[in-house]
């Protein structure tokens, strides 16, 4: 069985920063691609990064590139979000998900979360000013 279990979030003052784990198991990932989604109060689930667990390659959405890395450990089968410098409009709920690589290929193929098959069920990051 699947299961993608994210930890590292919690409480942080603004220009702090946290470093998310996801980690991954029932399968192997060698095929997929991994990726980061946030969602905050009263808003819709939007893409943060992704990694293609294979070659590395990485996506980022625009506004985040710079404050956030995304990075895997193919031996502890996980992946990682380092957040720097956080703003309080980064307060959300942060969900770890996996999707076959072959369809999520390029920057708009891997921003639609319904190309993801699995997800964790997220870790809550709080950006106090």
């Known amino acids: 069985q699947v299961a993608l279990v994210e930890s590292g979030g919690g409480p942080v003052q603004a220009g702090g920063s946290l470093r998310l784990s996801c980690a991954a198991s029932g399968r192997t990932f060698s095929s997929y691609t991994m990726g980061w989604f946030r969602q905050a109060p009263g808003k819709g689930r939007e893409f943060v990064a992704a990694i293609r667990w294979s070659d590395g390659t990485t996506y980022y959405v625009d506004s985040l590139k710079g404050r956030f890395t995304i990075s895997r450990d193919n031996a502890k089968n996980s992946v990682y979000l380092q957040m720097n410098s956080l703003k309080p409009e980064d307060t959300a709920v942060y969900y770890c998900?996996?999707?076959?690589?072959?369809?999520?290929?390029?920057?708009?193929?891997?921003?639609?979360?319904?190309?993801?098959?699995?997800w964790g069920q997220g870790t809550q990051v709080a950006v106090s000013s």
């Open positions: 998900a996996a999707g076959v690589s072959s369809s999520l290929y390029n920057w708009a193929s891997v921003r639609e979360s319904s190309k993801y098959v699995y």
